[in-house]
């Protein structure tokens, strides 16, 4: 467990956590490969993301073995990132749907870039 | 313990002025994090990097959404062919098990650290620095196909949406200078194992330090390859 002298854990959980990292990251890589579509595809990449940052963080990061003073301070502040996240997806979906009305009423294409 | 000690911090740390006094009223007798100072500053220097991160990937959901013209297919973008049919992402898969690797070294390495393994740890952090050399050289490789081959411009681009281009330079940009960074900070302290500064020192706190670094790199490529590549 964590000590004075530091974090001292069996190298037995990190090659664990290895392996297990290199299969999360081979079945986010299938998603793709299998071309799965729409929410299938989107909830499967969310729940990979989430488990291999989870381990990283957890274990190789030691988070899971500090006080739980230094996990909130650490964990905590980007769950506001949540509600940024919110703002700017309507704040998209606005925008997306504001130039479709505009450009769709121009009488001249808009400027295009090479 | 009287009010005016509690003022003063501990009664045997004198008050100064100036600039000896700021980190004197921040540090003395005011522990919060019971962990070393370093780890508890890389922490919340990982936590300030959390944010500009997010505001990249959160600024790239922002004008995918909103844009207008299709957006490129990454699959497409990036797949390579060798000699045969062009295989999706695979460079990208390559470069997201070479950091992995990387990342396991490294938690191999802080642990051997702990051990006072001197030699081990140096070897280790060594790979684990070399891997991260390859991550930067496949990225460079990635980079040259799109500009080169593709024509893909920060303001422009052959296969649909203009903000393709901007947002793939600046977020896989930004994590190539920090991959470029973590390969010398832990050449650095790489050096320092070898040549036995934590034996005298007396603790191998700066690997894993050095490690939290390292690992965080790997949890910003996970959410990028998820965003930007796999989205």
Known sequence: ?114 | MSQDAVLTGSGDVAIQEGLGGVVGDWSADKQTFIVPWGKAMMWIFLLSDTFIFSCFLIGYMKVRISATDPWPIPSEVFALSFGGDPIPLILIAIMTFILITSSGTMAMAVNFGYRQDRKTTAVLMLITALLGASFVGMQAFEWTKLIVDEGVRPWSNPMGAAQFGSTFFMITGFHGLHVSCGVIYLLVVAKRVWTGFYDRKGTYETVEVAGLYWHFVDLVWVFIFAFFYLW
């Open chain 1, 1 to 114: 467990m964590a000590t004075a002298e530091g974090q001292q854990h069996p190298i037995s959980i990190y090659l664990w956590i290895w392996g297990l990292l290199f299969v999360l990251s081979f079945f986010s890589y299938m998603v793709d490969y299998a071309q799965l579509e729409g929410y299938l595809r989107w909830s499967l990449i969310l729940l990979f993301m989430f488990l291999k940052a989870g381990f990283i963080i957890a274990i190789f990061m030691h988070m899971a073995w500090e006080r739980m003073a230094l996990i909130t301070a650490i964990l905590g502040p980007p769950l506001l990132l949540l509600v940024f996240i919110g703002l700017m997806a309507i704040e998209g979906d606005y925008t997306f749907l504001t130039r479709l009305e505009v450009f769709s009423q121009l009488p001249f294409v808009p400027e295009v870039h090479h």
